[in-house]
Nanobody, 122 residues
Framework: VQLQAYGGGLVQAGGSLRLSCAAS????????MAWFRQAPGREREFVAT????????RYVDSVKGRFTISRDNAKNAAHLQMSSLKPEDTAVYYC????????????????WGQGTQVTVSS
């Protein structure tokens, strides 16, 4: 499956952005979808994941209550709605996919999008 992430941009603290991940090549319904992020000088960090039928979601503590992951299997896409953004959310955001069980570690994901930059100004 090929993934393309988009929707990033520059936003002021407290603002919102919606990231999208478009999948092609295979039906995204076969995959658990996830978002990771990587800030300059830091390791790639898990942000959120959603099960194949959207029956299960997990979030890193720092985004709980602010970010919402969703998916639209009919449109072969996944989304990350980000609200109440903070400067520390600034990073390149990647969507990823894997088959099998939900996992939080990046090493478990086989398929990655190219990343989209999110910059939150204070």
């Amino acid at each position: 499956v090929q993934l393309q992430a988009y929707g990033g941009g520059l936003v002021q603290a407290g603002g919102s952005l919606r990231l999208s991940c478009a999948a092609s090549g295979h039906f995204v319904s076969n995959y658990n979808m996830a978002w990771f992020r990587q800030a300059p000088g830091r390791e790639r960090e898990f942000v959120a994941t959603i099960g194949r039928s959207a029956d299960s979601t997990r979030y890193v503590d720092s985004v709980k209550g602010r970010f919402t992951i969703s998916r639209d299997n009919a449109k072969n896409a996944a989304h990350l709605q980000m609200s109440s953004l903070k400067p520390e959310d600034t990073a390149v955001y990647y969507c990823a996919a894997r088959m099998g069980s939900i996992q939080l570690g990046s090493r478990y994901y086989n398929y990655w999008g190219q990343g989209t930059q999110v910059t939150v100004s204070s």
